[in-house]
């Protein structure tokens, strides 16, 4: 008889943990489509309207759920529409695996129908890739690319399947392999100790510390070592966008997060302590500025579970190679409690006195309060997934989170367009939770389309358009540094997003002023079995404060205009905290 | 000097990798998007079938070398990185270069072969070829020592290294 390799490819997705798979089927996948007709009982396939959504929802439901996210595509075009989620997801180290279909090997190199040099093309937005050119090796290829990208720095991997690949017949008995063991792939996973020892001396010895968390935290599961950290030595904790959550926001050690439109009281302590603990972070220039002058009085301990991270952007003191979690247990073991009142005074002082604020008494209809009556009405529980730019900034500054993986953004890439797709997947990995997807008028339109699968799968997501008819953080800097000259960033001509909703099937509402929002909100939260657009018409004016430009450093941050007259308070305090280390 | 200061800041990597398809794409795809540059390479499977060894050298300040071998090191198909950089080893490279050579003039070139230990593996009407192998200084010693007769064509292979004594490359 025989098994096809497709089916034994779907018995290692099962193996796996794979539950859902989000893509489109075509020519070279059709084996593969067969086989998990067949097991549709154990393995849901979620048919998306573009590729790109089947990325992004893989990617969302990856980072919602700490589990690998499985999309599928055809050759040719369906893999190059996988690429901007792919890059998404390596930028951000999220665990995806992706399966597409290739040409049959025969026809490889020959310019055949639909046939893209896919593993070339994703070569460098891949953790890994494999080209396969055996069934035999098939199920092994399978196992290793589940293992490369749950493992490490976690990452997005590619396996492309010829055609005629996935239709060669193997033994009934052909055996899949129990382990995965990869020479050329070894994690450090504990950190050297005598680097742990000099860590924890310089954490003892210290008078100024801060905690920089990013999403290593997240991916290592180390928020608890992160939060006794913090607590036992009275150090207070920045996070960046991609750690939101690991460390909750209502802590009284939060400084919020740092970096280009982080807090005052974050981008001070970053800048004025005397010793930076970063851990799982990578010293981003969205966080860094201009590198030469960030944090330069401080000494700096670097724990990242990727060696080549250390070094690459900042010089470091104490660099620690391992998993944040292993890595902070290491350091617990031998740390002390300690304290440092005139510090938290000092830092509790910038959070008091340079809160993150904005106009409360507009008429307009402000995108943070959008925000904040959001977190209200949902008592700062729900999954909060946001698209990229001024809507992703308001949701990060506004929305309380308490717990890792409760905020899902594009970080590194910047991928307008991932937010509403992200959203289904994080739906679909945690159907009984609610899903707010915050995104904008402009980045909502690039994968709108997938609202088809959100409606069919009776997602109740709730999707708030900041609808400013803008391209909104470009605008911003075209305010800020080129004189409002608007080039290309007026979306004039936007769809009615209410119509649009009911055309796919969804629910859609308008809020055009304040007081409209808190009732239709509440409405809207009653939905439970299909997706709600909140088409939010914003102030088109407004800006995201405070902002640090890029390449600048701390005394070029621009506050919100009801603090700017503390400005030059917080240039005194930092001048004579570097008066005071020299 | 400039010629000093630049092969001080030249490193010899031995990068060990699994010989599969794709690996040197890999590789040269890895200099590429980081601005790393490679002076020279040359690849070859090893005894085991199944791994190949690249010998890369590369310029580059410290930090930048350190970068480079971190992130050969993070390629799933690399297996080994080390960088021999002032180790005990042996290094060799080969050329073969066609010079231009009148009937009258074979026993000059012939004496200068013999001296550099090197050979002359085809001799034309006018033309004689000589295979060298050596360190790059020797290669570059005997280019020079030929110049005048007029070098036709050259062509030179990566430099190879293997350490000395029962260490290991």
Redesign the interface.
Known sequence: MGIKAAELLVHVLIEEGVEVIFGIPGGAVLEIMDAIYHHRDKLKFVLTRHEQGAAHEADGYARSTGKVGVCMATSGPGSTNLVTGLAAAMMDSSSVVAITGQVATPFIGRDAFQETDT??VT??IT??NF?V?SAEELPRIVKEAFY?ARTGRKGPVLVDIPRDISRTKLDDDFPIPKEVS????KVTLKGHPLMVKRAAELIASCTKPTLYIGGGVVASEASEEVRELAERCNIPVVYTLMAKGAFPDNHPLCLGMGGMHGTVAANMALNTCDLLICVGARFDDRITGNPKEFAKMAKKIHIDI???E???NVKVDVPIVGDAKLVLQQLLEILQPKRHDSWIEQVMDWKRNYPLTYDRSSEMLKPQYVVEVMAKLTGGSAIVVTDVGQNQMWAAQYYPCSRPRQFISSGGLGTMGFGFPASIGAQFGNPNELVIAFVGDGGFQMTMYELATAVIHSLPIKVIIFNNFYLGMVKQWQDLFFGSRYSATSLYGNPDFVKVAEAFGAVGYSVKKPEELQPTLEIALEVKDKPCIIDCWIDPDEHVYPMIPAGGTIKDIILPPQLRHRKQKLLEQLAAAYAAAA | MASERKSQQLHTLSVIVENRPGVLARIAGLFRRRGFNIESLSVSTTDDPTISRMTIVVGGDDATIEQITKHLNKLVDVIKVQDHTGEDVVERELALIKVSCEPEQRNEILNLVTIFRASIVDVGADTMMIEITGTEDKINAMLELLRPYGILEVARAGKIILARGSKTT
């Open positions: 593993t070339g070569m460098p953790k890994h080209l050119m490369i990869l020479r050329s792939y990727d060696p080549s250390i070094g690459k």
